[in-house]
């Protein structure tokens, strides 16, 4: 009897704390999205499909993000063009791990801004490419401005890439969105759980694949005092990072999931019929 109210009060827990969360992330991003749709239409103009990642830097600005990645090789081509866009062999383990970002950088002015971009250049491994700010869009006054920003990040990279910032955006948007086609049926699913569009889809392994959203620590403030509570329960340290995602592994467990690790990581999710968990993550 002890060990059944023990699971009840298991499953309240998970169900109560990922509604709260859910609908926090909602909420919060309902109302960025009031104010400045402009920044998100410019999104999806740019890349050709959505995001609901968005973050306030240090600085001021407004980011708005969404990753493609491989961990390793696994069979999807979907973003085999890219590699060899850039140089790479999609069947050479060196150019794995393999993650493209895409996003935009946006701060507000009264004034245009005159930056006008440069060449994609390598950065620390990295091809990373930085364009001109437009107009997206405004709040009263002031107006906003966004650059389009790409990072291609695989294992291995030559110290220079011969091509274009705006065949790179190309040609990292037509890449990002297969990768995102060819596991729709996940991406459907965590907008159907979440009402929110994924930020990263990740293959891991073959027949492995997660979709999450990073939530803001700067935005999302009454998700951030919840996580610190939980948080607090195993370590002294603040959160870092809150993801919500979907996770599928083809593997079995516990339906309902309240685990915390030694390195300080609070897992709180219901395993879904299909091999995957639907989680909430504090690191």
């Given at each position: 009897?002890?060990?059944?109210?023990?699971?009840?009060?298991?499953?309240?827990?998970?169900?109560?704390?990922?509604?709260?969360?859910?609908?926090?992330?909602?909420?919060?991003?309902?109302?960025?999205?009031?104010?400045?749709?402009?920044?998100?239409?410019?999104?999806?103009?740019?890349?050709?499909?959505?995001?609901?990642?968005?973050?306030?830097?240090?600085?001021?600005?407004?980011?708005?993000?969404?990753?493609?990645?491989?961990?390793?090789?696994?069979?999807?081509?979907?973003?085999?063009?890219?590699?060899?866009?850039?140089?790479?062999?999609?069947?050479?383990?060196?150019?794995?791990?393999?993650?493209?970002?895409?996003?935009?950088?946006c701060m507000p002015s009264q004034e245009g801004l005159s930056y006008q971009g440069e060449g994609p250049s390598v950065e620390e491994g990295?091809?990373?490419?930085?364009?001109?700010?437009?107009?997206?869009?405004?709040?009263?006054?002031?107006?906003?401005?966004?650059?389009?920003?790409?990072?291609?990040?695989?294992?291995?990279?030559?110290?220079?890439?011969?091509?274009?910032g705006d065949e790179l955006v190309n040609e990292a948007a037509k890449a990002c969105r297969g990768f995102r086609e060819s596991h729709s049926?996940?991406?459907?699913?965590?907008n159907e759980y979440f009402g929110l569009e994924p930020a990263e889809v990740v293959e891991i392994d073959e027949g492995s694949v997660g979709?999450?959203?990073?939530?803001?620590?700067?935005?999302?403030?009454?998700?951030?005092?919840?996580?610190?509570?939980?948080?607090?329960?195993?370590?002294?340290?603040?959160?870092?990072?809150?993801?919500?995602?979907?996770?599928?592994?083809?593997?079995?467990?516990?339906?309902?999931?309240?685990?915390?690790?030694?390195?300080?990581?609070?897992?709180?999710?219901?395993?879904?019929?299909?091999?995957?968990?639907?989680?909430?993550?504090?690191?």
């Open positions: 009897m002890e060990e059944q109210d023990d699971r009840e009060s298991r499953v309240k827990l998970v169900e109560n704390l990922l509604k709260i969360v859910n609908d926090e992330a909602r909420n919060s991003l309902q109302g960025v999205l009031r104010d400045v749709p402009g920044i998100f239409n410019l999104f999806k103009d740019t890349y050709g499909f959505n995001t609901s990642y968005v973050d306030l830097s240090e600085g001021g600005l407004l980011i708005l993000e969404s990753v493609c990645s491989q961990s390793k090789s696994t069979g999807n081509e979907a973003l085999a063009p890219l590699m060899r866009f850039i140089g790479l062999d999609p069947d050479v383990q060196s150019t794995y791990p393999f993650t493209v970002s895409l996003g935009l950088i990295a091809l990373y490419f930085v364009s001109g700010f437009s107009e997206a869009g405004g709040v009263g006054d002031v107006k906003l401005y966004c650059a389009r920003r790409v990072i291609v990040k695989p294992g291995s990279l030559a110290s220079e890439v011969k091509v274009s049926e996940l991406v459907k699913s965590f979709v999450d959203l990073p939530l803001s620590l700067n935005l999302m403030e009454p998700i951030k005092a919840l996580a610190t509570r939980l948080k607090s329960a195993i370590s002294e340290e603040k959160p870092t990072l809150m993801l919500l995602g979907i996770q599928c592994t083809g593997g079995v467990g516990e339906d309902y999931v309240l685990n915390a690790s030694e390195d300080g990581v609070l897992v709180v999710g219901r395993r879904l019929g299909d091999g995957c968990l639907r989680y909430f993550m504090v690191k």
